[in-house]
């Protein structure tokens, strides 16, 4: 009886603990993403990259902290980092900001087709997201076609994005 007794006890104490291990591993998850936000914040990137880095350790799913450290990648001039980051984030959940910043890291490396596509793919996911609509815009005036540049530029002002005016009279008129 003793023995069953014992036994039983170890069964449940190893239940327990494998359910509470996966919130643990969570709740690590989200202190260290907490504490590479903090860091970001300070502009203390290379803190950031890593306190981000051990946040994906915990929770390999975690789209938010591959977001955030491509952020922090492309702040510390690490263009092919923060395009895998970005790229890893979209590809666990497509969320427009991420298709946004993954557009313009291809901007600043001559890839414009692909940034088109990308900017396309952000604003599938949300008509309503006018900074990516914007970008859209800056995009085809980098590509010298001033009439559609200016068109979405415009289009993203008159629905509400009205810190883009003094851009929008530089660029467009």
Known sequence: MRKFRTMMLTTVSILITASITPAFSQDKADIYFSKGMEK???RSY??????????????????DAYFRRGLTQDELGNNEQALTDYS???SIKPMPVY???LA?????????EEAMNLYNKAIDLDSNYLVAIYNKGRLYLE?????????YMKKAYFKGLTVVED???YFCN
């Open 167 to 169: 851009a929008i009279n």
């Open 104 to 112: 313009m890291m291809n901007v600043r490396i001559g890839k414009f």
């Open 99 to 101: 298709y946004n910043n």
């Open 46 to 63: 290379d803190s950031a990259l890593y306190y981000f880095s051990l946040a994906i350790e915990q929770r390999p799913d975690f789209a």
């Open 143 to 151: 590509m010298e076609n001033t009439t559609e540049g200016c068109y």
């Open 40 to 42: 970001f914040s300070e």
């Open 88 to 90: 890893k984030a979209i």
